[in-house]
């Protein structure tokens, strides 16, 4: 079975940094590419963030580039989602996924996921 747990949320102020973790387990985390999204209220679930299978090649929302960071270590099979110079926007449900095998191209998509994380809470004040 597929678990992918996040941790890392929390408050913080404007201009703060968090660091967001997913574990995963009973899938083939190193052959997997690898997302973050996110879900304020009342608005739908969007890309942030995603890596490709070996770390390599990495994407942004324009929303997040220069401030957030993804990365992955696959002896340990956990995803990493660094955020700084955070804003009220960001606030959201932040939630790691994992593409399915057969999806090309970006990880933007909600619809590319096969499996989800149950989300970590990040609120952002001001």
């Known amino acids: 079975q597929v678990q992918l747990v996040e941790s890392g949320g929390g408050s913080v102020q404007a201009g703060g940094s968090l660091r967001l973790s997913c574990a995963a387990s009973g899938t083939d985390f190193k052959n997997t590419w690898m997302g973050w999204f996110r879900q304020a209220p009342g608005k739908e679930r969007e890309g942030v963030a995603y890596?490709?299978?070996?770390?390599?090649?990495?994407g942004y929302a324009d929303s997040v580039k220069g401030r957030f960071t993804i990365s992955r270590d696959n002896a340990k099979n956990t995803l990493f989602l660094q955020m700084n110079s955070l804003t009220p926007e960001d606030t959201a449900i932040y939630y790691c996924a994992a593409r399915r095998p057969q999806a090309m191209g970006t990880f933007f998509s909600p619809s590319s996921a096969k499996y989800w994380g149950q989300g970590t809470q990040v609120t952002v004040s001001s």
């Open positions: 890596i490709s299978s070996g770390g390599g090649f990495t």
